[in-house]
Nanobody, 120 residues
Framework: QVHLVESGGGLAQPGGSLRLSCTAS????????MGWYRQAPGKQRELVAT???????NYADSVKGRFTISRDNAKNTVYLQMNSLKPEDTAVYYC??????????????WGQGTQVTVSS
């Protein structure tokens, strides 16, 4: 059974920082692309950042230069360091694990989400 458990969300002031963690179990973590997505009230879920098994990283334009994604394969954990937070970063943040096994089979798993609120 696959579990993705996020932690580290909460309340931060504008300009502040938070670090999200997502620990996975039940999958060969090192072979998965890991990502963070977010969904604000009334909006669609959007990509924040992804990191492939090989370490290639992609960021949404809105977070470039402020957020950093990283992974520790020994701990089956992916992190999202969020600096210079803005009120528009307020959302539920979701961890995602994704792998294309080929032959038409793609594995895609989601965590339960963690709330991030940026407000003074």
């Amino acid at each position: 059974q696959v579990h993705l458990v996020e932690s580290g969300g909460g309340l931060a002031q504008p300009g502040g920082s938070l670090r999200l963690s997502c620990t996975a179990s039940g999958i060969p973590f090192s072979s998965y692309t890991m990502g963070w997505y977010r969904q604000a009230p009334g909006k669609q879920r959007e990509l924040v950042a992804t990191i492939t098994s090989g370490g290639s990283i992609n960021y949404a334009d809105s977070v470039k230069g402020r957020f950093t994604i990283s992974r520790d394969n020994a701990k089956n954990t992916v992190y999202l360091q969020m600096n210079s937070l803005k009120p528009e970063d307020t959302a539920v943040y979701y961890c995602n694990a994704d792998r294309d096994y080929g032959g038409g089979y793609r594995a895609d798993f989601w965590g339960q989400g963690t709330q991030v609120t940026v407000s003074s």
